[in-house]
């Protein structure tokens, strides 16, 4: 190829580069999508060091369910495995679509539904209960575990009630655990299946007492301060009690002198 030929296959693209390319050379017309169309990026969101994630309604409801466990015998004590698969089906849940938006930094999109979540009430070992489900095997070093689960989970009230939501909590933990979609972390729990009530009772537990440590809510100081204030009450009526105290002490020893000094003294007669 000479020097002319490049000089021309140079200029026709530089042309091509100036050129505007327009809708009808396209053969379509382009249209920005609106907000509703464009895909909402699920962020991964995790409960913090108390077991909550997401933010407090004014309504909540308590997810009570049961489970098996089979874990490595010889290594950390069944207490601590429950604690720390309890933090694996929150987190599990929390990441799940039956919230609009688990995380404080995110505007949901729309009202409604679930907004927080709380491992509390504690996952129990229930005593005197054998798996049936599941089973340990002493030869390969392994036990098993019976387990009462539960969770409470705050949401927003459409008037619909929370029946419909507490039956898609209830399925979720299910599925999740029995399908395998639940990552489990701790590496002496070897299996997981959610069974039936092995107590043949409801097994409904009392509702969780609302956590202090929430995320997105950076008012730290408003959960001591009516602890301030009533020790500076209660200082303020130790110290008038005291001082009343001392006031009627004083005023009934004062009393007592009188009566004896205008007392008739008995002695010799005059």
């Known amino acids: 190829m000479n020097q002319f030929t490049k000089a021309i296959i140079l200029a026709a693209m530089v042309s091509m580069g100036n050129a505007q390319t327009t809708d009808d050379d396209l053969g379509f017309h382009f249209d920005a999508p609106i907000e509703e169309d464009v895909p909402i990026v699920a962020i991964p969101c995790f409960a913090n060091e108390d077991g909550f994630g997401g933010a407090i309604t004014d309504t909540s409801f308590t997810i009570t369910y049961y489970y098996e466990m089979i874990y490595r015998s010889g290594g950390d004590d069944p207490e601590t495995l429950i604690s720390s698969f309890e933090k694996d089906s929150t987190n599990f849940l929390l990441q799940s679509d039956l919230f609009v938006s688990p995380c404080s930094e995110v505007v949901p999109r729309q009202g409604g539904g679930a907004q927080g979540i709380s491992s509390n009430p504690p996952d129990e070992a229930l005593e005197g209960f054998p798996c049936g489900t599941l089973s340990g095997n002493d ?77 997105g809510n950076p008012d730290d100081d408003s959960t001591t301060t009516p602890i301030i204030i009533g020790a500076v009450v209660g200082g303020v009526l130790i110290v008038g009690a005291l001082a009343l105290y001392q006031s009627k002490k004083s005023g009934s020893s004062a009393g007592a002198a009188a009566a004896s000094s205008s007392a008739p003294s008995v002695g010799a007669d005059v």
Do not use: R
Request: charged share 25%; proline share 5%; glycine share 10%.
């Open 139 to 215: 030869a390969q070093g392994t036990s098993c575990v019976v387990v009462n689960g539960a969770f409470e989970v705050y949401y927003l009230d459409d008037g619909s009630g929370a029946d419909a939501l507490k039956q898609k909590f209830e399925n979720s933990i299910k599925n999740g655990v029995n399908n395998g979609n639940l990552a489990i972390s701790h590496p002496d729990i070897v299996e997981v299946e959610v069974v039936s009530d092995p107590t043949g009772t409801s097994g409904d537990k009392d509702p969780a007492e609302k956590p202090d440590n929430v995320i």
